[in-house]
């Protein structure tokens, strides 16, 4: 990618606030996943992280990771199948000894120029990734989640108004902000907290692999701060949401940096 993706939290300082902490974070081998957990991992936590088949960028995770003094659990496969979701979580606990934290990361888009261009199958497998994990691993987690645990969903400025070239993938993102809505009211009294992040553009090596360069080009060029983010500046955001020192009174929110963009309601 040019520029390369800021992604290694090079000039962010820990405060211990998720010392001791045992992390799970999905799609954790590159982009706002790799950001995410070298700052769990800066601010103390062991971190695991699920991801399809990026070994390489999976292994370059763990070296950041494990230079932090932290130990990185990285676990190959497909999300999209319910009993490797659950294969996961508890490779998870056996390892780490249990979780804490669990950050719904990983997604997949492909764009498209009509409604019936959409496959059936895109259509399934966007669904089956990008919401239906969320549902599998988050269900295997709660059984060995404690009280001031904290799950981040990841959403997308695309599930707050849409996208007419990624129609199942801005449905899906809706759908992660319901389920954070609703799973919020469920977990309240068993002290688990559960929030999303919706950030705009953001420049990863999901971009240039999905669209078309005329529009890689452009990327991120229509919101107020004229350019895209990087992972850098977005895995603060999951911070706040996992400590429980930063965000204990916050359950059922939707935090959305989207570079000066403003939306309605």
Same mark, same amino acid.
């Given at each position: 990618?040019?520029?390369?993706?800021?992604?290694?939290?090079?000039?962010?300082?820990?405060?211990?606030?998720?010392?001791?902490?045992?992390?799970?974070?999905?799609?954790?081998?590159?982009?706002?996943?790799?950001?995410?957990?070298?700052?769990?991992? %800066?601010?103390?936590?062991?971190?695991?992280?699920?991801?399809?088949?990026?070994?390489?960028?999976?292994?370059?995770?763990?070296?950041?990771?494990?230079?932090?003094?932290?130990?990185?659990?990285?676990?190959?496969?497909?999300?999209?199948?319910?009993?490797?979701?659950?294969?996961?979580?508890?490779?998870?606990?056996?390892?780490?000894?249990?979780?804490?934290?669990?950050?719904?990361?990983?997604?997949?888009?492909?764009?498209?120029?009509?409604?019936?261009?959409?496959?059936?199958?895109?259509?399934?497998?966007?669904?089956?990734?990008?919401?239906?994990?969320? *549902?599998?691993?988050?269900?295997?987690?709660?059984?060995?989640?404690?009280?001031?645990?904290?799950?981040?969903?990841?959403?997308?400025?695309?599930?707050?108004?849409?996208?007419?070239?990624?129609?199942?993938?801005?449905?899906?993102?809706?759908?992660?902000?319901?389920?954070?809505?609703?799973?919020?009211?469920?977990?309240?009294?068993?002290?688990?907290?559960?929030?999303?992040?919706?950030?705009?553009?953001?420049?990863?090596?999901?971009?240039?692999?999905?669209?078309?360069?005329? %529009?890689?080009?452009? *990327?991120?060029?229509?919101?107020?701060?004229?350019?895209?983010?990087?992972?850098?500046?977005?895995?603060?955001?999951?911070?706040?949401?996992?400590?429980?020192?930063?965000?204990?009174?916050?359950?059922?929110?939707?935090?959305?940096?989207?570079?000066?963009?403003?939306?309605?309601?």
């Amino acid at each position: 990618m040019t520029p390369e993706p800021r992604d290694e939290m090079r000039d962010y300082t820990g405060r211990d606030l998720l010392a001791g902490k045992r992390a799970l974070v999905t799609g954790g081998d590159s982009g706002i996943g790799r950001a995410v957990a070298v700052a769990f991992a %800066k601010e103390g936590a062991d971190v695991a992280i699920a991801y399809l088949t990026e070994h390489e960028d999976a292994e370059h995770t763990r070296k950041l990771v494990e230079q932090e003094g932290r130990r990185c659990l990285i676990i190959p496969g497909d999300l999209a199948d319910p009993r490797h979701c659950e294969e996961v979580v508890e490779r998870t606990v056996r390892e780490l000894g249990g979780i804490d934290v669990l950050v719904n990361n990983v997604a997949t888009q492909s764009p498209v120029q009509s409604l019936e261009e959409l496959s059936n199958d895109q259509w399934e497998r966007t669904f089956a990734v990008n919401i239906h994990s969320y *549902f599998w691993v988050t269900k295997a987690a709660l059984r060995h989640m404690p009280e001031g645990g904290s799950i981040v969903n990841t959403s997308s400025i695309n599930g707050l108004r849409g996208n007419k070239t990624l129609i199942d993938y801005s449905a899906t993102k809706g759908a992660i902000n319901a389920f954070t809505y609703s799973l919020a009211q469920v977990l309240v009294e068993r002290g688990i907290r559960i929030n999303a992040v919706a950030p705009g553009p953001v420049w990863t090596p999901l971009i240039p692999s999905t669209f078309p360069e005329e %529009k890689v080009g452009k *990327f991120g060029q229509q919101v107020p701060m004229g350019r895209p983010a990087d992972p850098d500046e977005i895995a603060p955001s999951y911070v706040f949401f996992a400590a429980n020192r930063l965000s204990s009174y916050y359950t059922g929110e939707v935090l959305a940096p989207i570079g000066g963009e403003t939306l309605p309601g």
